[in-house]
């Protein structure tokens, strides 16, 4: 617990005002009780930041207000709206120099956008918690899977020439442990998931001249995560344990609530809403010798026609057809 706080209390170091990102999640939560044993009496001054979609089957909002309602923060609701997702695609693709994670990026950078325009210069999140302390379904089982959730295969190598194939190589990560549940949270604290997620939030804050800070990331806590037995991270098919209760009776509902990815409607979106959007830029790829077209075009009537278990391998092709020069 106090490594915890001081870890949070060397974030609050700041010459501007310091915001926080907030979902209505457990990470969220336990940020959000630590922040206030630690500002008690100053919390009016220190606003959150949260945003939704209006679709109510993945919005947090609801959770959000009840969670902010135990304290005097004042939260700033981030509306990110269809219409405007095509230019923000194009803006952030811009500031990402590279192809970077879906709609819950475009999201984020409102947020620093939003926290800008009110003089926070510096917000503190709840990454990096899932890692270290086993929270993905996907750690307490067999499965090698990177995405939590999600059954059918997150690409379609068809759509890319044989040619091109060939010259994919299988990736293998270090197991420097004993036993899978370490590894697979050493593979997505080094190389896949935390890496990728620090690049992409890094950006869209710098987008915006703010700062991101991660005081779950503190080497101090990350270590000693790593070091706790199974049991201490997992207990009756539930990850994140021993966080869950340092905010047990403080946040009842919340921390014993099962594990909610961040999500947005992505999914739907792109194949409704969204999808001459998305037509327009997946016809950009048909001309690409690297692209097989005819089963580009296959796959993504497939998609349009209900086979959207997930939209991965649609927005890979989103994001290819703006770096594909």
């Known amino acids: 617990m106090e490594l915890l706080l001081d870890s949070i209390r060397l974030r609050f170091r700041s010459d501007v005002p310091v915001g926080f990102n907030v979902s209505g999640g457990l990470d969220s939560s336990i940020l959000l009780a630590m922040i206030s044993r630690i500002k008690e009496g100053e919390m009016e001054n220190i606003e959150a930041f949260s945003f939704y979609t209006g679709d109510e089957r993945y919005d947090?909002?609801?959770?959000?207000?009840?969670?902010?309602?135990?304290?005097?923060?004042?939260?700033?609701?981030?509306?990110?709206?269809?219409?405007?997702?095509?230019?923000?695609?194009?803006?952030?693709?811009?500031?990402?120099?590279?192809?970077?994670?879906?709609?819950?990026?475009i999201a984020y950078s409102r947020i620093f956008e939003r926290a800008r325009q009110k003089g926070f210069l510096v917000l503190l999140?709840?990454?990096?918690?899932?890692?270290?302390?086993?929270?993905?379904?996907?750690?307490?089982?067999?499965?090698?899977?990177?995405?939590?959730?999600?059954?059918?295969?997150?690409?379609?190598?068809?759509?890319?020439?044989?040619?091109?194939?060939a010259k994919a190589r299988e990736i293998r990560y270090p197991e420097p442990f004993d036993n899978p549940l370490q590894n697979k949270q050493y593979r997505d604290v080094y190389f896949t998931k935390i890496p990728r997620a620090l690049r992409f939030n890094d950006r869209v804050s710098m987008m915006h001249s703010s700062e991101l800070r991660e005081p779950f990331l503190d080497y101090r806590l990350v270590e000693m995560a790593f070091a706790q037995k199974r049991e201490?991270?997992?207990?009756?098919?539930?990850?994140?344990?021993?966080?869950?209760?340092?905010?047990?009776?403080?946040?009842?509902?919340?921390?014993?609530?099962?594990?909610?990815?961040l999500q947005t409607p992505q999914r739907e979106w792109i194949g409704g809403p969204l999808s001459d959007f998305v037509e327009d830029r997946i016809n950009m790829l048909r001309s690409n010798p690297w692209i097989e077209k005819n089963a580009l075009d296959?796959?993504?009537?497939?998609?349009?026609?209900g086979q959207n278990d997930n939209s991965f391998f649609v927005w890979q092709w989103i994001n290819t057809s703006f770096f594909e020069g």
Request: aromatic content about 10%.
């Open 298 to 305: 296959l796959e993504w009537q497939k998609y349009k026609n």
């Open 60 to 105: 947090e909002l609801l959770w959000v207000k009840d969670l902010i309602s135990k304290t005097k923060s004042p939260l700033n609701p981030v509306l990110l709206s269809q219409s405007e997702v095509p230019d923000l695609i194009e803006k952030v693709a811009y500031f990402q120099d590279e192809p970077f994670g879906g709609f819950p990026t």
């Open 232 to 261: 201490m991270k997992i207990k009756q098919d539930q990850g994140k344990w021993l966080p869950r209760q340092l905010v047990k009776k403080q946040l009842e509902n919340i921390a014993l609530a099962p594990k909610r990815p």
């Open 125 to 165: 999140d709840g990454q990096g918690m899932d890692e270290a302390w086993a929270g993905y379904d996907y750690y307490r089982s067999d499965s090698n899977a990177l995405v939590q959730g999600i059954k059918s295969s997150l690409t379609r190598p068809n759509v890319i020439s044989p040619e091109l194939c």
